[in-house]
């Protein structure tokens, strides 16, 4: 831990997690699940390569997309995209390639406390050797080495971290959880080296006004929080005198991913996401989140005075067989909400 007095740490983690108590509340109905995170790439054999060589992911389903209901669905006119479906274990990415017209590249000083990051995180049955599997493959390492979180931080303790980033920048990261640590599928589930998908984690400026999107509009109920600091998350993030309020956040009683809020308390200068971000950039990862009623959430998020990139729900891409609109939410990352 960094050198500030213990019960001052102590005080603050405490006061977080009586937020995160009296904050929480049950999913609205209609919310179901987290059925996919989407990626932006800019070579789809690579990644499609990439995805499946270096971190276990098989291929699903390949689809190409064009027309004037695509263009509405991501807000990018005279689209033509390519996309693969992968899965790991139970969960699912989907690959995008927008072959026309093409976007931006990640920038390359990105860093964690930026608010356009969202990464996800991989759990693996072995830290070392899902590290050094990797070695062999084309990735940017963010972490100095795999990180494992101190016993002064309870909630976590024990917990192996290592953050990286794909051949086009994506930040990952792998995750391996001690027995009294995680979901009970990954204790039960070690058969393999790269086993699933936990969460995808996103960096916010607000913790509060983010539950006020995930919680109040979307249903999202609040499962746990965290405090982390000192040379752990140092290393971790590559990111000196880090402090990082953790939110973790579950969609119902569903089994699937979550979504963890990344508040950097320091250092407080990430940078806010450009306006201008659209689906055909790289930077514009996305959760695709299943609903029953779309409906009745399009009315949520328009008193909630919500940023629409779909002017209407429309049939395209991930809901070619249902109805699909896409938000953003307080710090510009993308949601696709599928019916």
């Known amino acids: 831990m960094r050198t500030s007095p213990t019960h ?18 049950q999913a609205i109905a209609g919310t179901r699940e987290i059925g996919a995170i989407a990626l932006t790439v800019s070579d789809l054999a690579r990644s499609v390569d990439f995805f499946t060589g270096a971190l276990g992911f ?8 064009t027309g004037r209901e695509q263009d509405l669905l991501v807000g990018v006119f005279a689209t033509r995209v390519r996309s693969v479906e992968l899965r790991l274990g139970d969960e699912t990415i989907v690959l995008e390639q927008y072959v026309a017209p093409g976007g931006r590249p990640i920038p390359l000083d990105s860093r964690s406390p930026d608010l356009w990051f ?3 995180a ?52 792998l995750l ?28 916010v400026s607000d913790t509060a006004r983010s539950l006020a999107f995930y919680r109040d509009i979307l249903g999202m109920r609040v499962a746990g929080g965290t405090l982390n600091q000192g040379p752990t998350q140092e290393q971790l993030d590559a990111t000196p005198g880090a402090v990082v309020r953790i939110t ?6 569903s089994a699937g991913p979550g979504v963890e809020f990344l508040q950097y308390l320091t250092p407080a200068d990430g940078r806010p996401a450009p306006a201008d971000i659209r689906a055909n950039d790289l930077v514009a990862t996305r959760l695709v989140i299943r609903v029953d009623d779309l409906q009745s959430l399009v009315e949520r998020l328009q008193e909630g ?35």
Do not use: Y
């Open 8 to 25: 001052r740490s102590t005080r603050r983690v405490c006061v977080v997690l009586l937020f995160l108590i009296l904050g929480a509340t």
């Open 118 to 120: 969202q990464h996800f």
């Open 122 to 173: 991989i759990v693996v049955s072995d830290m070392e050797r899902a590290v050094a599997h990797l070695g062999g493959f084309p990735i940017r390492a963010i972490s100095a080495g795999p990180q494992t979180i101190p016993e002064s931080n309870v909630a976590a303790a024990g917990i192996k971290a290592f953050k990286f980033r794909d051949p086009d920048g994506h930040p990952l990261e």
């Open 176 to 203: 391996w959880f001690p027995p009294d640590k995680g979901k009970r599928k990954w204790q039960e589930a070690r058969d393999a080296l790269f086993l699933g998908i936990d969460h995808s984690a996103i960096a």
């Open 58 to 65: 098989t291929k699903v389903s390949e689809r190409t997309t």
């Open 248 to 253: 973790g956040l579950q969609v119902g009683e």
């Open 305 to 339: 005075n919500v940023t629409f990139v779909s002017p209407e729900p429309v049939r395209a891409g991930p809901a070619a067989s249902g109805r699909g609109l896409m938000v953003k939410d307080p710090d510009g990352h993308a949601l696709l909400l599928v019916e």
